[in-house]
């Protein structure tokens, strides 16, 4: 995963990066091994007569549990810039940061299609109710509208980014909308979600905020300095 | 760029198009003609307090998280989300005739189902007509902070209903 590794002759470094890598790869694992410790074996749901849309709430939750991981990766690797690909290991490059960016909005979209499918295949009729924001009813509408709004910002962002020829100046502002947003995604995700606060999830939904307020911190001191300067 | 984005594009888009197909097939063939047996068998709410009448031990498993389940709930339900399903529950629910797992529409119901299901529990059930919803929308009462207490609304079943609920509610 990481190229940094085989590009030093120093050990200590070099454990840094395994070490780095490891916590990488735990972060993309665990979501994956708890979602099918809870969910067992996909094939029941083409072999047995199931609740209808119920294997759409499934997939659905898969892909929202990636979304989040992904968009983790992409935010903090913007926040923190150069050293963000370091840690990270990820290539510096607006090509990547451009698929990586089209790839969570599509695990994004994905993710709220399905469920709004699921729910309105159960209802027998379009779910138009989960499109609308609710904050002041229960809880579980509440948690809803996080995600709701967070996809509006996401996609506000990425039409920002898209502009961004044509807004020069404003579209960075924009394009920072990912940001809360990925806020909102994550504080939809572990209060909503069935698996989020499973055992060993827990601490990686706590390492992904702890880093993505470093970042932030990290950048606003950055442009102190510049100002500074 | 354009190449890797018309992949992930058609990617998602096949997937999109096999789960429409899935769920087209669903519908269409529907629960008699599609020859697989159900996963975990359904149980209509007249059955269910037929049943409850008759005696036997009915227990509601409210899948939901605390503060939904605080809010309200089928009076007796005991809480249980999917992430906290052990051996242990496994073992305290086998003594009952019916655990019915349930959540706003059953979609975390039936998922906790089919663990408990898989864990070896054999007497779950889920409700015809899912979820809590439709439960409240047969003027069936609930319990919780937004409306009755457990008691209030358990009295309130054995006036309306007229039969012993707390029998079912033994566990």
């Not at chain 1, 229960?138 to 709701?148: A, D």
Request: charged share 20%; with cysteine.
């Amino acid at each position: 995963m990481n190229s940094y590794v085989y590009s030093t002759n120093s050990s200590s470094v070099k454990y840094k990066w395994i070490i780095q890598d490891l916590i990488l790869f735990t972060i993309f694992l665990v979501p994956g091994l708890t979602f099918f410790k809870t969910t067992g074996d996909l094939t029941v749901y083409f072999r047995h007569k199931v609740l209808d849309g119920q294997f759409l709430y499934v997939v659905s939750k898969f892909l929202g549990l990636y979304a989040l991981i992904f968009l983790w990766l992409q935010v903090l690797k913007g926040l923190l810039g150069e050293y963000g690909d370091r840690f990270l290991g990820t290539q510096r490059s607006f090509t990547f940061h451009r698929n990586l960016g089209l790839w969570i909005i599509s695990l994004f979209m994905s993710h709220a299609v399905l469920f709004v499918w699921a729910v309105s295949i159960r209802n027998n009729h379009f779910a138009s109710g989960l499109l609308i924001p609710h904050f002041l009813g229960s809880y579980y509408p509440s948690i809803l509208s996080l995600g709701l709004i967070a996809s509006w910002l996401m996609i506000l962002s990425t039409i920002f980014a898209a502009l961004r020829q044509h807004l020069p100046g404003i579209w960075k502002w924009g394009h920072r909308l990912s940001v809360p947003s990925f806020f909102l995604v994550l504080f939809h995700s572990y209060f909503t979600g069935s698996e989020t606060r499973a055992g060993a999830m827990v601490p990686i939904y706590y390492w992904m905020f702890a880093t993505v307020v470093f970042a932030i911190c990290y950048r606003l001191w950055k442009t102190v300095i510049k100002l500074q300067k | 760029m354009i190449r890797i984005g018309s992949l992930v594009a058609c990617s998602l888009f096949l997937v999109h198009l096999l789960l429409i197909l899935n769920s087209h097939m669903e519908n269409t063939i529907g629960e008699k003609d599609s020859g697989k047996e159900l996963l975990i068998p359904k149980i209509s709410i007249p059955e269910l307090l037929t049943e409850i009448k008759a005696g036997k031990k009915v227990l509601f498993i409210d899948t939901r998280e605390e503060k939904e389940f605080q809010e309200e709930h089928i009076p007796g339900a005991q809480n249980l989300t999917l992430r906290d399903v052990n051996a242990e529950a496994v073992k305290r629910f086998a003594a009952v005739d019916f655990v019915i797992p349930y959540c706003i529409k059953d979609f975390r119901g039936f998922e906790l189902g089919k663990l408990l299901k898989r864990l070896g529990l054999e007497n779950v059930y889920v409700l015809q007509k899912p979820g809590i919803n439709y439960w409240k929308s047969q003027g069936l009462p609930v319990a919780g902070e937004r409306c009755l207490s457990d008691d209030e609304a358990l009295r309130r079943m054995q006036n309306n209903l007229n039969f012993s609920y707390e029998e079912g509610r033994s566990l």
